[in-house]
């Protein structure tokens, strides 16, 4: 399941079809021109590549995925991580799926993706799809912080497989992810209303060290 954040910018526009607009009011409130490759892609197609990804990292269960804000995603790195500032992924496992398979969440936000992706030169939706991915993970429960590099293994097999580039924990050792970006990439927060909220579980991120919690 793919949710917006209504509070979204919105100079990160969808690829979704756009909203019909009178002739007499078309001047005056067309948008800025905002390039394709920094265009969110539209829910269908991240739902479309979401059950793609969870099938090859054999993840049962619904997982939300929420695009949000820098500020949202602040305030719940923050609650839950007791760190105050923002980042680029939070997942939330789900201690007990229960009857309702749910596998977890993960919440993403958006703005920091669109900047990871134009440091790393490829499209919004492309960085997206890594960090769904990364966080996908996570929610099967690796975590290559803890781990002898299973995560990373898997996250390199994955993302060839699914043809995307460079992944998380591979940057954290290249020239253009210094220290603070490899901090950054590795946060990962809780998605409001789901399964982290109805089960009291806490979001983990990949520089997570308990076993279970949120992860980045």
């Known amino acids: 399941m793919i949710l917006l954040d209504p509070d979204l910018d919105t100079g990160l526009p969808s690829n979704s079809p756009p909203r019909p607009i009178s002739a007499g009011r078309r001047a005056a409130s067309a948008p800025p021109v905002v390039p394709r490759t920094h265009r969110l892609p539209s829910a269908r197609t991240l739902a479309r590549f979401l059950a793609q990804a969870q099938a090859a990292v054999r993840l049962r269960g619904q997982v939300t995925v929420l695009l949000t804000t820098d500020a949202a995603i602040r305030r719940l790195n923050r609650q839950f991580r007791g760190k ?11 201690d007990f799926p229960g009857p309702e398979r749910i596998a977890g969440d993960l919440a993403i936000s958006a703005p920091t993706a669109l900047r990871q992706a134009i440091e790393r030169g490829h499209d919004l939706s492309v960085e997206v799809k890594v960090l769904i991915l990364h966080g996908l993970l996570h929610l099967a429960g690796y975590d290559h912080e803890t781990d002898t590099g299973q995560m990373a293994r898997r996250e390199r097999l994955l993302r060839a497989r699914l043809r995307l580039p460079q992944g998380l924990i591979e940057r954290t050792h290249s020239p253009m992810g210094g220290p603070d970006f490899a901090l950054e990439t590795r946060d990962r927060h809780p998605a409001p209303g789901t399964a982290s909220r109805r089960n009291g579980t806490k979001p983990r991120h990949s520089g997570a060290k308990p076993t279970r919690g949120p992860r980045r």
């Open 84 to 94: 105050n500032k923002a980042t680029d992924v939070l997942s939330f496992p789900a």
